[in-house]
Every structure is written in C-alpha cells, then in structure tokens.
C-alpha cells in the first residue's frame, strides 16, 4: 500500500469520528475550516495531526505532496467548493480521493428550496418570525424580507465571525445564538416557542447534524420548516463502510 500517512478534511462529526478511530492505524492528517472546528479534533486527544484553515486548490495540491496514500472528503454535504476543491487537487495530483457520505432525512411535508434566495422567495410571501439555521453564509438573501429586523432570528455557530457578521449587517443581538449543535427536540422546541416562530429555515445535515430533531419540534409546535436541497453528491461512502475499507487496504 506504500504510505501510512492518511489527510481527512474533517469539519463534520463523522469526520473526527473517522480520525480519531483510524489514528492508531495510519498517521492521520485532519485539516479543518476554522480554529474551532479544529478544537473539537484536539479534543479526541488522540495521536492526530490537526490543521486549520480553509485551502483553495493550489494549498491543498501543496499538502498533498506530503505523500498521503489517499484523501478522506468528509466535509459538510453543502460545502460544494470545497469538495470540488479536493476532489480537483486529488485528481490533478493522482492520489485517491474517497467520499464520506451522510444519508439524507425523511423531509415528509417540509418546503424544498433549491438555496437560500429560493426559500427566501418563499418567505417573501408570508408573515410571522424566521428562524434561520444553516449558518451566516446564508443570511443576506433574507434581509430582502419585509421587517427582517424584527421577524429574522438566526442560530449558527459560536465563532468570533459569526457574531461580527451579525453585528455588521444589524441584526440585533436579541434575535441571535451562537451554539454548537445538534441539539435535542426539546431543545429545538425551545427555542422556537420562545421566539414565536413560524418558518424554520434548515439544511437536511442528516441524523448527525440534528435533522430529524428540528423536524420533529416544527412539527410539534406547528411550524413550517424551509430545507435547503442538497448538492449533488459524487459516489460515496457511509462512515462504517469507509473505516473498513481503509482499514482493510491497511492490512493487505
């Protein structure tokens, strides 16, 4: 199999499961978007070497060089660029390139946008609060909605970017949380009575991102959940199906 050593982009929870169980068997790399997400890998305590930053094509064609025998993509199902971004600097380079894939959620009666400008269309059109919970990249599109200051909430997570973005596109700080999810259908309940919320804006992360969670508490409290599609994904792997692939190369 030649090299031992092994890069996993892994911003997702299954993806630092993945580290963490293959870091006795190779010398895994796991890169990271931001300084938190790579906290969360630090803090398996394993024998990882963990890298933060987000890396265009060109950076990731530079590490790649270290001589990793392939590259694990378990970044978030909505991070087109950067999956694109790997899968291009892997085939450029030659080195196997293998996707970790999350199933997708029984939607049942939710409303399907194909992104955020599309749910924001549809919420152009009704009255009552929004509850935003795919992240700050996705705020601006609903500023176009009407009273967007009073009717917009958002939840993301806790990073000094999140809370200056709010700050600067004035959203006020009464209608913000910053927390690491996923969280619990009560939880999720909780949050949606006390804001008085009629849409919940989501993106289906599957059972690891709280999905079903956040589904079951709209459906609870009678409200409209909004979920943004998935990208089309490349051919892939379930968590399971990859770590006895890998593991088996290992043993050949």
């Known amino acids: 199999m030649g090299s031992r050593k092994l890069l996993i982009f892994a911003g997702t929870t299954e993806g630092r499961l993945l580290a963490s169980a293959l870091s006795g068997t190779f010398q895994v790399t796991a890169c990271a978007a931001t300084e938190y997400g790579a906290s969360l890998l630090r803090q398996e305590g394993k024998p990882l070497r963990v890298l933060s930053g987000r890396l265009d094509t060109s950076q990731i064609e530079a590490l790649?060089?270290?001589?990793?025998?392939?590259?694990?993509?378990?970044?978030?199902?909505?991070?087109?660029?950067?999956?694109?971004?790997?899968?291009?600097?892997?085939?450029?380079?030659?080195?196997p390139y293998y996707r970790l894939l999350r199933e997708e959620s029984d939607l049942g009666d939710a409303v399907r946008a194909e992104d955020?400008?599309?749910?924001?269309?549809?919420?152009?059109?009704?009255?009552?609060?929004?509850?935003?919970?795919?992240?700050?990249?996705?705020?601006?599109?609903?500023?176009?909605?009407?009273?967007?200051?009073?009717?917009?909430?958002?939840?993301?997570?806790p990073s000094p970017e999140n809370l200056s973005k709010c700050a600067r596109l004035g959203?006020?700080?009464?209608?913000?949380?910053?927390?690491?999810?996923?969280?619990?259908?009560?939880?999720?309940?909780?949050?949606?009575?006390?804001?008085?919320?009629?849409?919940?804006?989501?993106?289906?992360?599957?059972?690891?991102?709280?999905?079903?969670?956040?589904?079951l508490a709209a459906q609870d409290c009678g409200v409209q959940a909004v979920v943004l599609c998935r990208p089309p994904e490349p051919d892939g792997f379930s968590l399971a199906a990859l770590e006895r692939l890998l593991t088996a190369e290992r043993s050949d």
């Open 171 to 215: 959203i006020p700080l009464s209608h913000i949380c910053l927390m690491q999810g996923p969280f619990s259908r009560e939880l999720e309940r909780g949050f949606l009575l006390h804001w008085q919320i009629r849409y919940v804006v989501m993106k289906d992360s599957g059972r690891e991102g709280g999905t079903q969670e956040k589904l």
């Open 64 to 95: 790649l060089r270290e001589g990793f025998f392939c590259t694990v993509d378990a970044t978030h199902p909505y991070a087109r660029e950067v999956t694109a971004n790997i899968r291009k600097a892997c085939r450029d380079r030659g080195v």
């Open 116 to 157: 955020a400008a599309e749910a924001a269309d549809f919420l152009a059109e009704k009255s009552g609060n929004v509850l935003l919970t795919t992240g700050s990249k996705e705020i601006e599109p609903f500023l176009r909605l009407q009273d967007w200051q009073d009717r917009l909430y958002l939840r993301a997570l």
